[in-house]
């Protein structure tokens, strides 16, 4: 009977190691599936799409048939963020990569280089909201009217075009056509959010580091910026003011998701310092059971 009553606790001590156990693999469960659905969402993405082993036109372009002032581009074009993201020479000037005596034909909807009045629409073709902004703003209005706007390739070039942040507003690219004074003002309404973003990102990639999966709150980090970044093509300082409340409020939202992962990651350490100390207790319990005279 005392016997009996040993075995019955050891299968508790047992149940209670077990539950213990499950209750630590928990975390790792719920990520796996997180990672499915990123996946998913990745392949989904609309420009990340396929592009074929061998490109001709980078290759011809990048032979000695090239006339050396086009011969640049290529290398420009392979340093450039659109390079990085799958974004190639005929996703922009059309045409067929895949077949060299073809590839420049119209035909194969090849379009060639565009004339200046006709970049916003070439580039906008991807850029939806920010051409809808540029259009409507004073430097799309004049660019179409009079030519005497700017048009996308003024400020980001055409081939090495980088990711965007408001250091493109300097003295040298705005003071082309008028005085600086009205770009400062813009670039000192963009500036509390941009530097909020940059908050963020860098705690973002905090957690990253710590191994903890953030790839949702980075894509939703990067919506809102993206939606931010657009409204910049309006130019217009009253605009950007007025909407800064409201994307405060979107990112204090990430932000407090932010700080209070970085409070769970804080609890877990203790709770699994918790743990580790438990099992040693429960160890020497085990133990001292086991030593139990058994009569
Ligand atoms: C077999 C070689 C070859 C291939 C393949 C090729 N190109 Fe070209 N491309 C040329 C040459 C040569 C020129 C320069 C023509 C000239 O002298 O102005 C040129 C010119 C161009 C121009 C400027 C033409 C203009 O409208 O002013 C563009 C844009 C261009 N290529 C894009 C492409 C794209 C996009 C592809 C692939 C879909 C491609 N090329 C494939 C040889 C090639
Ligand atoms: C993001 C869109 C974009 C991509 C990608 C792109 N181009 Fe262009 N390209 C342009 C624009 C805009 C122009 C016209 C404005 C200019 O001359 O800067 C142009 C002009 C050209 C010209 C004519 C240059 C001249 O001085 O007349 C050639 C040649 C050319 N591109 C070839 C290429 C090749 C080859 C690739 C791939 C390696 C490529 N482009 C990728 C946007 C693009
Ligand atoms: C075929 C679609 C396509 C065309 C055409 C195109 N882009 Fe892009 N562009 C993209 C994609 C995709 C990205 C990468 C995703 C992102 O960063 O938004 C990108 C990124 C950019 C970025 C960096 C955005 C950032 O995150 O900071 C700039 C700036 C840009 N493009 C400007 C241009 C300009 C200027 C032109 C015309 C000369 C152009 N694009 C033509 C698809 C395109
Ligand atoms: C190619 C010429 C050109 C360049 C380069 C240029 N602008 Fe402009 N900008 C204009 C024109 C034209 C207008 C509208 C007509 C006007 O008000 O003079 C304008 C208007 C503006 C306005 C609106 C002013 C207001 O009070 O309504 C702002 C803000 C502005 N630009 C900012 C910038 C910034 C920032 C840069 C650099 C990133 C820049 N501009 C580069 C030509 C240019
Ligand atoms: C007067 C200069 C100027 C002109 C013209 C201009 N941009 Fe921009 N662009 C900027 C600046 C500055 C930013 C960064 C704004 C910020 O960081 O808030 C930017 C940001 C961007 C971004 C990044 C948005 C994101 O998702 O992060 C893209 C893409 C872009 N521009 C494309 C274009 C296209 C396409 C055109 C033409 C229709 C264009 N730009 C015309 C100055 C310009």
Known sequence: ????????????????????????????????????????????????????????????????????????????????????????????????????????????????KPKPSEVPDFCGKCHIGILKNYNESDHGKAFRTSGKGPNCVTCHGSHNIQKANIDIISEHRCTKCHSYDRAKTMKQALFLTEKKF????????????????IDDDQKNLFNIQAEFRTLFHSVDVNLVRDRTNEFSSKLAAVESKVSSTFGELRFRRNFSAFILLLFAAMGSVLYLLTKTPKD
């Open 1 to 112: 009977m005392c016997y009996s009553h040993v075995v019955g606790e050891k299968v508790m001590v047992r149940n209670v190691i077990i539950f213990f156990i499950m209750l630590l693999s928990l975390p790792s469960l719920s990520s796996g599936s997180y990672r499915e659905e990123f996946q998913k969402e990745f392949l989904s993405k609309t420009w990340s799409g396929e592009q074929p082993a061998e490109n001709f036109c980078i290759e011809c372009h990048s032979s000695d048939k090239m006339k050396p002032e086009f011969l640049t581009i290529a290398e420009e074009w392979k340093a450039s963020w659109h390079a990085q993201n799958k974004i190639a020479c005929h996703n922009c000037h059309g045409g067929d990569p895949k077949d060299p005596s073809m590839s420049m034909s119209p035909h194969r909807g090849f379009v060639g």
């Open 198 to 213: 940059d908050e963020l990102e860098g705690g973002l990639r905090k957690l990253r580091k710590e191994g903890v999966y």
